[in-house]
């Protein structure tokens, strides 16, 4: 008896057509058009004397001289040039009549090293550069003298023919300032062009103002915030803070006090970041002699000799395969005495707290701790 009811849906659905399939009542007409085909006009019968004319529904007007020639040629607009990262910083280009520049969810502290960054990667040399007023100027570049140089004739030098066009060199204005909304920097971009000469000869006189070549700096410089944007988004998490370009004093939120017997520094009012690039910039001032460093860990390695005086000087370079192999890679015998220290930066209870450590499990004694953390504390003013 189980069974007659699957065989009577078996049944009923056999007899029944896919209403979805093609001489189905829903089935799919988006192709329908294909099949359509040139009719004659309706004719109506004679004796219809009061009709109106049957004409097409829809007319295509007649193209004239006047729709071809137009007054300049008409250039379609830009969509919104906007990148989001992740964790919600927003980077944009923003236009105002002829003016361009990248808008930032970023402090100007926070942009100035990512744009030092971004030249050095693409071998772009900076002439000059003023941290506090926000401002570099880069030297003299030739676009289409290597075309593996990387963004610049990848992006920007097809754009504006470094192939095919007279030999220029060209150099950058940017200025980094902050933004209308707190919390933001503004990355504004200028360009100039000259005539290459040859090696050898006189260079051309440096043109007087900014921007001087028109379509090509105006491309240029469309083209460098762009590579800058995707730039800033790809370094997100490798970001870093410019204390010079923040401009800060530090010396009022540093101190050094002992909790549970250990000396410890804490810095007030400055997040794990800030804070990581200031001691950082306090070692080297200090010429301590980091041998490696762990930002994702927040340590620090430092060395000491055998009476308990921090080493002083940069780090040698590690030998190589075959200095090692024919003993040329031995350690000498002041560096055989030498003991390495952490410096541990930490982020508690709203402030940050930076110790000593003789290793991961014990701190170092309290006499060496004090004295590294007050040399570093005297750096940071």
């Known amino acids: 008896m189980k069974t007659l009811p699957v065989m009577a849906v078996t049944l ?3 007899g029944c057509a896919n209403p979805f399939g093609r001489d189905g009542y829903f089935r799919d007409k988006s192709g329908d058009y294909t099949q359509a085909r040139i009719s004659e006009p309706l004719q109506l019968p004679e004796h219809m004397n009061n009709t109106r004319p049957m004409g097409d529904s829809l007319v295509i007007p007649p193209i004239t001289a006047e729709d071809t020639q137009l007054e300049q040629r008409f250039q379609a607009p830009r969509p919104d040039q906007r990148l989001q990262h992740s964790e919600g910083d927003t980077y944009s280009i923003e236009r105002s009549g002829n003016d361009q520049w990248l808008l930032a969810a970023k402090s100007p502290s926070e942009i100035w090293p990512r744009v030092i960054s971004f030249l050095e990667e693409n071998d772009i040399p900076v002439q000059s550069r ?3 007023q926000g401002y570099l100027e880069t030297d003299w570049v030739d676009l289409g003298l290597d075309k593996e140089r990387g963004f610049i004739y990848r992006t920007v030098g097809r754009w504006v023919g470094a192939e095919n066009a007279e ?17 933001t920097s503004e990355v504004h971009l200028q360009h100039k062009g000259r005539p290459r000469t040859e090696e050898g000869d006189d260079s051309a006189p440096e043109p007087y103002e900014w921007d001087n070549m028109e379509q090509r700096s105006q491309r240029l410089d469309n083209g460098t915030l762009n590579e800058l944007m995707l730039f800033l988004v790809r370094d997100e998490d490798d970001s870093s803070v410019s204390l010079l370009a923040q401009n800060l004093d530090l010396g009022d939120q540093v101190e050094i006090v002992d909790i549970n017997g250990n000396p410890t520094m804490t810095i007030e009012r400055l997040s794990f970041a800030r804070a990581w690039a200031a001691i950082d910039q306090a070692l080297v001032k200090a010429g301590l002699e980091v041998t490696d460093k762990n930002r994702s860990g927040g340590l620090f390695y430092i060395l000491a000799d055998e009476q308990g005086d921090v080493v002083k000087g940069q780090p040698e370079k590690k030998p190589g395969f075959f ?3 024919f003993g040329k890679g031995k350690k000498s015998d002041d560096e055989s005495t030498q003991s390495t220290y952490l410096i541990r930066v930490s982020e508690l209870t709203g402030e940050i707290q930076v110790t000593v450590e003789e290793n991961i499990n014990a701190f170092a004694p309290a006499e060496f701790s004090r004295k590294v953390l ?3 504390k005297d750096n940071m003013k």
Do not use: H, M
């Not at 030999?167 to 919390?183: Q, S």
């Open 167 to 183: 030999p220029l060199e060209d150099r950058f204005r940017i200025e980094i300032k902050p933004g209308v909304t707190a919390g």
């Open 12 to 14: 009923v659905l056999a």
């Open 130 to 132: 003023n941290a506090k």
């Open 323 to 325: 200095s090692r192999l």
């Open 374 to 376: 007050n040399l570093i």
